[in-house]
């Protein structure tokens, strides 16, 4: 009788140790899944687009939740930071385009590409990396992405190519890499993002001919967040319908603050993409490429398929994989910050408008509502994420400005991959560092 009074009694002192909301979260019967209608997307050269209805269930949604929030607060924390005037330089902030970066990674396999510009953190930490590691970077610090050399604009993670300076320059490589997915025979697209303010590049419109003309697995992405530094959209650009810009690429236009609409298009996209008819990317005559076909009898006749039928496989590379070719994708988004942390965001907008998009189209609201309307979550439960969010937060924020700067003697490592030591010159020809890979 003793021994099962003194478990009860631990029983009960456990329960005590609790807090309450977790005792109530544990205790009430949660819902698996429910199904959502979404904000049909606008179609162009697309008989039908993503679906209007989709299912979350209660792991992913609880899953998308943390990690918008936790872009979110990383992102107000490298504000702090950059205030304080520990995080020098560049910085770009995407606090209010977390469904975008959130949304387009669930709709794609960890195995696919993504580059962007260089509004890049919130695509680092979902491609992969932990938040200390990306607000390392931040500061400068040798336990960051790129060991304390890249900052803001340069992050890279495996299949993720960065966080790039210079404006529209990111999307021809992303056509590169797409090229080297159907060149390799390899079942992966590659997530090629711009801005509004960079779609009026002619280098774009060079990359969309060419993923056309060769069918590369390519979803070229303009993330719309209205203004092009400080300048909005209907004075930049005569067309504002960047979904329709590819012309001979289908489109599709998104909302691009409600994560299951970011999700459903992206998992189209990927889709179109991958599907398709195989040809071979081989010139039409031998004078154009020598080193790849040594001779013209190697390329035969068009086949009945219009594609191009190759030759000797050991002479040439293997039939690229099967792809529809391109899709364009505009996500119709919104940032709470300015341009960058030089810009204070309110001399070419109003502060009404931005508390109307925070107060009605906020996407960690939205998805919060949904999840406690539907019984798959409950407001206790969101909270604690919330809570444990912030700390893990600070705790990264903590070794961000702990953790040692690199040497000086370091900066003319990492310039090659598997390279033997050798020396490079410095600002003059007197100074020498050594490069290590």
């Not at 020598?290 to 219009?306: A, D, E, M, R, W």
């Not at 792809?323 to 001399?347: A, C, F, N, W």
């Amino acid at each position: 009788m003793r021994k099962m009074l003194a478990a009860v009694s631990r029983v009960l002192a456990g329960a005590a140790q609790k807090p309450a909301s977790r005792v109530l979260v544990a205790s009430r019967n949660f819902a698996n899944d429910a199904t959502f209608e979404i904000k049909k997307c606008d179609l162009h050269r697309l008989e039908e687009g993503p679906p209007v209805t989709t299912v979350l269930t209660r792991e992913d949604g609880l899953k998308y939740y943390r990690m918008m929030q936790t872009v979110r607060r990383m992102e107000l924390k490298a504000d702090q930071l950059y205030k304080q005037k520990i995080i020098r330089g560049f910085c770009h902030l995407c606090d209010g385009q977390e469904a975008c970066c959130v949304g387009l990674e669930a709709g794609i396999n960890p195995t696919d590409h993504l580059i962007t510009a260089y509004r890049a953190h919130g695509f680092t930490f979902t491609r992969g990396l932990p938040v200390r590691a990306i607000l390392a970077e931040l500061t400068g610090r040798r336990g960051g992405c790129a060991k304390g050399k890249g900052g803001s604009m340069h992050m890279y993670a495996k299949n993720f190519y960065g966080g790039n300076g210079i404006v529209g320059a990111q999307v021809p490589l992303g056509a590169g890499i797409a090229l080297a997915c159907k060149y390799n025979g390899k079942d992966e697209v590659c997530l090629t993002l711009y801005g509004d303010g960079a779609a009026n590049q002619g280098q774009i419109f060079e990359a969309y001919n060419m993923a056309a003309l060769w069918k590369l697995p390519c979803i070229f992405i303009c993330e719309n967040n209205r203004y092009g530094m400080g300048t909005s959209v209907e004075r930049a650009a005569a067309s504002t319908d960047y979904y329709k810009r590819g012309d001979f690429i289908p489109g599709l236009r998104v909302d691009g603050m409600d994560i299951l609409c970011v999700r459903e298009a992206t998992k189209f996209a990927a889709a179109y993409c991958r599907s398709g008819k195989d040809f071979c990317l081989l010139p039409a005559t031998a004078s154009h490429f020598p080193p790849l076909i040594k001779s013209p009898s190697l390329i035969s006749s068009k086949s009945n398929q219009g594609s191009l039928t190759c030759g000797n496989p050991k002479d040439h590379p293997p039939p690229s994989r099967s792809s529809k070719g391109p899709i364009l994708m505009e996500l119709q988004t919104y940032r709470y910050h300015g341009h960058s942390m030089s810009d204070p965001g309110v001399s070419y907008r109003t502060r009404e408008e931005i508390q109307e998009v925070r107060s009605k189209s906020d996407p960690i609201m939205l998805l919060k509502d949904r999840m406690v309307n539907s019984n798959l979550a409950s407001v206790e439960e969101l909270k604690e994420i919330d809570v444990e969010v912030r700390k893990e937060i600070e705790d990264a924020a903590q070794f961000a400005t702990a953790d040692p700067e690199p040497p000086l003697e370091e900066l003319g490592y990492h310039i090659y991959s598997s390279d033997p030591p050798f020396e490079v010159r410095g600002a003059n020809q007197w100074i020498k560092f050594k490069s290590v890979s």
